[in-house]
């Protein structure tokens, strides 16, 4: 079928220099624009590019082993990653075409990613309570999996993932223990090489591996954003002498680590969910645990019940969220498509006085009930006494409002207040100086403990699992790439997007452009062309009730200790279309290529699900705006959270699958045109179920045989 009757879903108003035309708009939010920017396709880049052929000059041998090079034929679709995501995909764009030639790659020897069965350990859970975490056309409940009011077990997703796959007869598409180490675009742009490694004979006692280059039209990157452990690099590591490894590693190595009897005790450091969930595991397993904050960095995130209360009503926070009154108190910038019965609320709380005070009001209201929910304060309850504040020092410096995605749930069958009260778990505020022996050091003199090892739950790093070929690509596809490889006039494009994106957004929320302590420009996330923001707010001026957290004033530092850790690569954020689609490629009406996740969600399967969807859309029609102005805002919204890698959404999740859904002309407001029920009602996967068949209602379904897709 010819897709060429299709509307465009989106166009965009793009700012053009020498080097680049990304896109950024002029108004005051992204709105909708129904024609096609002319500049999409006479604005290009040229850099250098490889003849898939160059992938065949490979080095033929390896440490430890050999490799023998195959070359197959064109594929229609490749999607890199058998996750949820990836799965979701394929499953989707069968559904639209079920003659298409797709292969799916996966480097774990089961479905899941995350979730894959190498990967799990035994208190492993989802921060969602049962059922979030279905799709909407394969419901949990009708598959035996999950119990209402639980969270769901890593067990329970694997299965659940593995029964999705088999449903829908994906897994003879999917090629595991299948790594793809370069990606390359084809001499004629349409299309991409792909270098993959699989090992040559997985029951060989001899390392072989075996090399294939494949050629695609359509490219679908599914790796997701936890694909690259963020292991710091830390002095004196190659003499610890004792097991160091990522939390990423738990699972393959749980029993050599958690059930060793000669490991006693652990230190863990790191302080978001993550390094929750590692000093729960390592506390149930009968160690002490050394929980390590650095005191120099963002400190503890928030991790609370999956519950609180509103006035006398008992809330699920996932849901809350997902209600579009909720939404409404977010200085979101994303088109409203709320209707216009219910639109003017959020107009009427970010542009009028009273509005202001109702919307910080309910801020300062969820700031209290979390501290009251989480206990950070109490210091004598039921659970047990607290007269030295152990657990208190686990409450985070500032409000809920910054931290989007970093925060948690308390999904654990222990109380976890308990571990910590009790003297199980002990937690250092201090920042490491350096490792030697069995032991871990801590600067300004504050000492040392001797641990049997160190697991450090520092997140995922955010350069891309898979390297895309030559480097010069990396701007066009709004991949991270290391600040060094970009050239001066490259920066000082991205610097004029971004100061364009600040502009646009501080007019119309300028409490944005003073966050706290923002990690948007430190380090860790930062963006180097960007300005840096105005001088930080503290929770107490922008929610003045609450009195503010006392915070110990740093010592200087002495010199030795200046500098512990090895410099780290810089690398700029996701600049993603939609967060889905490269920008400069997009930009050239070139539509082969979308990456799917490169995002964090509190409610993740309609996400994804809305995202394939999009993406199928996309390959089949020309879309783009606002890359530079959706990046910068979820930079300056989430910048204690993810924002400064990318979009990072908790209030604002709503709005971004309405984005998706009004792109593709397809019905936003799906609560039985009732705006009551679209005000308060919460919004799930049951409320997508049947998308994918009314877009082929309205689109048509392509019935080409393999390798004949448009």
Request: charged letters at 20%; hydrophobic letters at 35%; a positive charge.
């Amino acid at each position: 079928m010819a897709f060429s009757h299709i509307q465009p879903i989106g166009a965009a108003v793009c700012f053009t220099s020498p080097a680049v035309s990304f896109g950024i708009s002029t108004s005051k939010d992204l709105r909708s624009a129904d024609e096609p920017c002319p500049s999409l396709r006479k604005t290009r880049v040229d850099y250098p590019r490889l003849n898939i052929n160059t992938l065949v000059r490979v080095k033929m041998s390896m440490a430890g082993g050999r490799r023998s090079v195959n070359i197959n034929t064109m594929i229609d679709i490749l999607i890199i990653g058998a996750g949820s995501s990836g799965l979701c995909a394929a499953k989707t764009f069968l559904q639209h075409n079920p003659n298409s030639n797709m292969l799916i790659l996966d480097s774990h020897s089961t479905v899941g990613g995350v979730w894959s069965k190498e990967r799990l350990y035994p208190t492993l859970r989802t921060n969602n309570l049962y059922p979030t975490m279905d799709f909407s056309d394969f419901p949990m409940k009708d598959v035996g999996i999950g119990r209402p009011g639980h969270h769901i077990t890593g067990e329970e997703m694997h299965a659940y993932l593995t029964a999705y796959a088999q449903h829908f007869d994906l897994m003879k598409r999917i090629r595991f223990n299948t790594r793809a180490v370069r990606l390359v675009q084809a001499p004629t742009g349409d299309g991409w090489g792909a270098e993959i490694q699989e090992p040559s004979n997985p029951i060989s006692t001899i390392t072989t591996t075996t090399t294939t280059l494949l050629e695609t039209k359509k490219l679908i990157m599914a790796t997701g954003i936890l694909g690259v452990p963020n292991m710091p690099s830390l002095a004196g590591s190659s003499t610890f002498d004792a097991p160091l490894l990522h939390s990423s590693a738990l699972g393959p190595q749980y029993q050599s680590v958690l059930q060793n009897p000669n490991i006693n005790r652990v230190a863990v450091l790191g302080g978001s969910k993550s390094a929750y969930d590692t000093v729960y595991l390592a506390a149930t397993t009968g160690h002490k645990v050394d929980w390590i904050i650095r005191k120099s960095g963002r400190g503890p995130s928030w991790v609370f019940p999956s519950h609180t209360k509103i006035g006398p009503f008992k809330a699920w926070r996932e849901k809350l969220v997902n209600r579009r009154i909720s939404t409404f108190m977010s200085p979101c910038v994303l088109p409203d498509h709320s209707g216009k019965q219910i639109s003017w609320i959020r107009e009427f709380l970010h542009t009028t006085k009273v509005g202001k005070a109702v919307a910080n009001g309910f801020w300062k209201t969820m700031h209290e009930d979390t501290i009251r929910d989480c206990r950070y304060r109490d210091r004598d309850s039921k659970e047990g006494k607290d007269s030295e504040g152990r657990f208190s020092v686990l409450e985070p410096d500032h409000s809920p409002f910054w931290y989007g995605t970093s925060s948690g749930t308390l999904n654990y069958e222990q109380d976890f207040k308990a571990l910590v009260t009790s003297g199980q778990v002990t937690v250092h505020r201090e920042d490491i100086s350096h490792l030697s022996p069995h032991t871990i050091h801590f600067t300004d003199n504050a000492g040392a403990i001797t641990v049997n090892a160190l697991i450090c739950a520092t997140g995922y790093s955010a350069k891309p699992p898979v390297d895309f070929f030559p480097r010069e690509l990396h701007f066009q596809l709004g991949i991270p790439t290391s600040t060094d490889s970009l050239t001066e006039e490259q920066k000082a494009a991205w610097a004029e997007y971004d100061k364009r994106a600040d502009d646009i957004i501080g007019k119309r929320f300028p409490q944005l452009l003073s966050p706290p302590m923002s990690t948007t420009h430190n380090n860790n996330n930062t963006n180097p062309s960007s300005p840096p923001p105005s001088p930080p707010q503290t929770p107490s001026s922008f929610f003045p009730s609450i009195p503010p957290k006392p915070k110990p004033k740093p010592k200087p530092k002495p010199e030795s200790e200046s500098d512990t850790t090895k410099p780290k690569t810089l690398y700029t954020p996701w600049r993603l279309h939609r967060g889905i689609a490269p920008p400069g490629l997009t930009c050239q009406g070139n539509h082969s290529l979308v990456f799917l996740s490169m995002h964090s969600s509190i409610t993740n399967m309609p996400r994804i699900e809305l995202q394939c969807l999009w993406s199928l859309s996309y390959f089949h029609d020309k879309i783009f705006r606002d890359t530079a102005i959706f990046q910068r805002w979820c930079a300056l919204r989430s910048p204690l959270g993810h924002g400064g890698h990318y979009p990072d959404l908790n209030f604002d999740q709503l709005p971004y699958w309405d984005w998706l859904v009004g792109d593709m002309r397809l019905e936003v407001r799906r609560k039985g045109g009732r705006w009551w029920r679209e005000l308060l009602s919460s919004y799930g996967s049951k409320d997508y179920r049947g998308l994918v068949r009314e877009w082929i209602e309205k689109y048509g379904k392509d019935e080409t045989k393999d390798s004949e897709m448009v």
